[in-house]
């Protein structure tokens, strides 16, 4: 089983960036696939960015909402995967969890996953 601890929300503009980071400890952090979630005040939670184990060169999915201006990445040696937000508008602002799964197909789905981490509060102001 993998633990996740997601990183680096806050407080930005619309228009600025953020670095969300996930750190996973726990068994075969690199067998898993990875993925992203938002969930909004008073909304349910929505799927964000997913990429494949592989990391670099491997499959990666995004959300409409968020095409040409989020990036999910990953590190296997350290264990940890990121999403780089950038041009943040005021919609973005939600608790982001990061999540692990067998694979980005069912990591987009979001249901029957791995494990999940306690979520990071992203306020973006206008």
């Known amino acids: 089983q993998v633990q996740l601890v997601e990183s680096g929300g806050g407080l930005v503009q619309a228009g600025g960036s953020l670095r969300l980071s996930c750190a996973a400890s726990?068994?075969?952090?690199?067998?898993?696939?990875m993925g992203w979630f938002r969930q909004a005040p008073g909304k349910e939670r929505e799927f964000v960015a997913a990429i494949s184990w592989r990391g670099g060169g491997g499959i990666v999915n995004y959300a409409d909402s968020v095409k040409g201006r989020f990036a999910i990445s990953r590190d296997n040696a350290k264990n940890t995967v990121y999403l780089q937000m950038n041009s943040l508008k005021p919609e973005d602002t939600a608790v982001y969890y990061c999540a692990a799964g067998p694979d980005t197909r069912t990591v987009v789905g979001g249901k029957a996953l791995d494990a999940w981490g306690q979520g990071t509060l992203v306020t973006v102001s206008s």
């Open positions: 726990g068994r075969a952090f690199s067998s898993y696939a």
